[in-house]
C-alpha cells in the first residue's frame, strides 16, 4: 500500500435505511440507500460506500478504512465475506470493521467508557460493557419478537389502540389518523394480509402518535409514557447482565425515538432510577454514523467490545479481534 492516509468510512445499516460517511482531508461525502429490510444488505452497504466516495470527490490512491454498524445480527458474527467481495469490486482495499449496530451506537452515543446505550429507531437494542470486559445485549429480538419500546412498537401499539376506539364506537383524534395514514379501517385486515406492512412503515407512524401526545391527546401519550418505561427496564437489565446495576455509568439514550425526548424522557429517567439508582442518564454525544467512524479509526474503537467486532483486510481473510 502506498503511504496515504486512509479514506476514513463510517456505515450505519438500519432496518429502513443505509447512511455511508466518508471523510478525508477535511471533506466529507455522504451516501445513502435502502436498508436491511430492502434485501440484499452486502450489496446496500457497497452501494452506499460508492455513493459516499463519488460524493467526497478525487482522493490520491490509497487504502480505506470501513467501519460498518448493521443491524439483523442478533448477536452472531458478522458475515463480511459477500461484502469484502463487492468492496473489491468497486477496486476498495485496506481494511474493514464489522459490529452489530449496538456497537456503533455505543461508540457514538459514549465513546469506549464503560456504561449502556439505548439505542431505539425502528427497532431497540440496548447494549451495556463493563469495565472488567463484560458485556450485555438486551432486546434486539425485531419487530415480531421485542424492540418494546421502538418506533415499531410506538406505530403498532398506537394502532391497536384505534381499533379499539372503532370496537368501542368511539371516535378519537387516534383513529382519525389511522384511517389517514392506513386507510378504512374496515378493510384493513385483508389489505395487510395481502401486503404486510413492513416494521419502518409503522415505525413511522410513532411521528403522527408524538404530534397528537403534544397536542393533549390522552391515547397517544400513553402511548409514549409506556415506551419510555418499556426502555428504561431494557437498560436496567443490561446493566445488571454487566454487573452494573449499582455502578455510577452513564445511560444514554440515541436514535429516532430519543428526538421526543419531551415524550419519552419523564418516564424512562424514572423507570432507570427505580431499577438502577446509581446510574446516570446523559444525552448522547454523536449518532451510530459517528460510531461507526469511531470504530474504524483505530483500536481504541474497539477494545471494550473485544470479540463483538470483526476485523480484517477487505483482501485476506477475515478473524475477530
Known sequence: MSGAPAVRIGVDLGQGGCRALARHDGRSGHGRTPGFWSGQPAARVADAVGAALADLGPVPDGPVAVGLGMTGLNGQSPPVDDLRARLRERGLRGTLDVADDSVTAYLGALGPVPGAVVAAGTGVVVLAAAPDGRTARVDGWGAALGDRGSGHWIGRTALRLALRQRDRDRAGALLDATVAAFGPVETLPARWRERPPTPERLAGFAGTVAELARAGDPDSRSVWRRAGVLLADSAVAALRQAGLAGADVP??????????????????TRALRVGAPCARPVGAAADPLAGALALCAGPAGRTLFTGLVVHCDIEERAGKR
Do not use: R, S
Open 251 to 268: 445511560v444514554a439514550g440515541t436514535g429516532g425515538v430519543f428526538a421526543a425526548a419531551d415524550l419519552l424522557l419523564p418516564t424512562f
